[in-house]
């Protein structure tokens, strides 16, 4: 088992900044990859980031390249997703989820959810 503690979530204006962490705990691994995903009331869940444990290597969704940045602490198991230039559209319950796998284009969730944080972008 393993259990994700997410915190950083709130509200903020357009064009401003917030800082998700998700920490894992529990009979965790090092080597793979965690993520986010997100989930607003008129969308299906979606892919966000993800970045490896061992932070070598992350992934983007195209709406959020350039704006949002993964990035892990291998000795903590903790994953960070560091969101810029927030827009309304980025309003969302945002999932860090344990042990991510790409096939393809898609993504899924081998292991783990957390609890979920709220991001919301609102003047």
């Known amino acids: 088992q393993v259990q994700l503690d997410e915190s950083g979530g709130g509200l903020v204006q357009p064009g401003g900044s917030l800082r998700l962490s998700c920490a894992a705990s529990?009979?965790?691994?090092?080597?793979?990859?965690m993520g986010w995903f997100r989930q607003s009331p008129e969308k299906e869940r979606e892919f966000v980031a993800a970045?490896?444990?061992?932070?070598?290597?992350?992934w983007y969704a195209d709406s959020v390249k350039g704006r949002f940045t993964a990035s892990a602490d291998n000795a903590k198991n903790t994953v960070f997703l560091q969101m810029n230039s927030l827009q309304p559209e980025d309003t969302a319950i945002y999932y860090c989820?344990?042990?991510?796998?790409?096939?393809?284009?898609?993504?899924?969730?081998?292991?783990?959810w957390g609890q979920g944080t709220q991001v919301t972008v609102s003047p």
């Open positions: 970045a490896t444990l061992d932070g070598a290597r992350s």
């Open positions: 529990g009979q965790t691994s090092g080597s793979l990859s």
């Open positions: 989820a344990y042990d991510v796998n790409r096939l393809g284009s898609q993504w899924s969730v081998r292991g783990y």
